[in-house]
Structure formats: structure tokens, C-alpha cells
């Protein structure tokens, strides 16, 4: 059976489609584009639980989510307003800093949640030179993956230093980066904020990043 095939159908005809920026209500459902997308970007599960899982434990702490403490305590972190997975600008900057990095893949891993009990996941691997046009390709699927405002990922590389935890469910959505020390000055260059924006998003972190998050 062909593991993504739930999500074809799912999506297909979809509650949420009206949401989306990226694909016109009148064009959502374009069945070929989806299934394409996902032949080339599908991340089988042999190969997740062989190779990403075991560097996904050594990046992000199992079964956790916001307020907990989601990365180890090695990384250090960067809190962003979230609210869906990627906009163009958020991805540009997460992709200069993979390819500062020297990362030739990048995967993407659904957290599951109360209410995705059931539902089908999404688990991808892309290039890191993968361009915006061809990252919303897929028509509703990557609609769904990219702008679902209540769905939470993990994103990450091969290298296992720094990691991308999109907590759009979140009372307040974040987008918490960590990184390990030594890339600081690579993250800290590509995501730099305002002071103002600092403050604010600041104060909507839960205690535990408060401490941890200068």
C-alpha cells in the first residue's frame, strides 16, 4: 500500500481549503499535482525510522511539546511568531541557514496532537535547495503541509545541530529554533528581530523558554 495515499484522499475535498494563499479555492483538488509532490518529496517510513528518527531524539525530547521544554538541553534557541509551518520569508531564512550549515536534505515530521488521532501524518525530506515554487508545487498537499494552522512539525537535517519545532497550536503559535552553540552566529544572522518583536514574543513564551531565551 502506498503510505501517503490517505493523504490524497483526505485532502481532497477539504473543510479548510478556503484558507489557503497558496492554492485558489477553485483550483484545490488538482489530484495529479498532489500525487507528484508527494512520489518526489514523501519520506517512507523504513527509511525515517532507519536514519531521521534516531537524529530527531538526539535534537528534540520525545513525546514533549509547548509549554515543556521541546529541545535538549545542549541547544540554544530563538523564539519567531509561528501560526503555520513556512510563509516564503521564514523559509529563506531557515534555508540560508541549512545550507550555511552545509545540509544537502532537511525533513519535515508531523507531531501528532489530541486531535490528529486518526488522521493521516506528514512526514517529507526535501533538498535544501529546493526553491518556494517548487516547496508549494502540490496543490492542496502542500497547502495542507505548509500554511494548516493548527498542525505542529519538526524540521530538521541530517547533521542533527539544529532543528525548526512549529508550534502553531500553541495558545500563542511559535516557531522555536535551537541550534548548537557553535552555529550561533550562523542562526543569530539569518533571524535577526527587531527589539520590539523580541519583547513582545517574549512575554507569550512559557516560563521555561523564558529562562533559557535572553
Not at 484558507?19 to 514523501?42: D, I, R
Not at 502540490?138 to 547533521?159: Q, R, T, W
Amino acid at each position: 500500500m502506498i503510505e501517503y495515499i490517505r493523504h490524497i484522499d483526505e485532502y481532497l475535498n477539504y473543510g479548510h481549503s478556503s484558507f489557503s494563499t497558496l492554492v485558489p479555492s477553485n483550483q484545490w483538488g488538482n489530484k495529479k499535482l498532489a500525487e507528484e509532490y508527494l512520489q518526489k518529496y514523501w519520506l517512507p517510513e523504513q527509511e525515517y525510522l532507519s536514519v531521521w528518527k534516531p537524529i530527531q531524539d538526539k535534537i528534540f525530547i520525545q513525546d514533549k511539546s509547548l509549554p515543556d521544554l521541546v529541545y535538549r538541553p545542549e541547544f540554544e534557541m530563538i523564539a519567531l511568531r509561528g501560526g503555520c509551518l513556512f510563509l516564503e520569508e521564514d523559509f529563506k531564512q531557515l534555508q540560508k541557514a541549512m545550507q550555511g550549515v552545509g545540509e544537502e536534505y532537511f525533513v519535515i515530521i508531523q507531531h501528532s496532537q489530541d486531535f490528529t488521532d486518526g488522521e493521516p501524518m506528514f512526514r517529507m525530506k526535501f533538498p535544501v535547495t529546493i526553491t518556494w515554487e517548487e516547496l508549494t508545487s502540490g496543490n492542496y498537499i502542500s497547502a495542507v503541509l505548509l500554511e494548516m494552522s493548527y498542525n505542529e512539525y519538526f524540521v530538521f537535517g541530517k547533521s542533527g545541530s539544529y532543528g525548526k519545532y512549529s508550534a502553531n497550536d500553541y495558545e500563542y503559535p511559535l516557531d522555536i529554533i535551537g541550534f548548537k552553540p557553535e552555529l550561533a552566529p550562523i542562526f543569530q544572522e539569518h533571524f535577526k528581530q527587531p527589539k520590539e518583536e523580541q519583547e513582545e514574543i517574549r512575554e507569550w513564551l512559557p516560563q521555561k523558554y523564558k529562562e533559557l531565551i535572553k
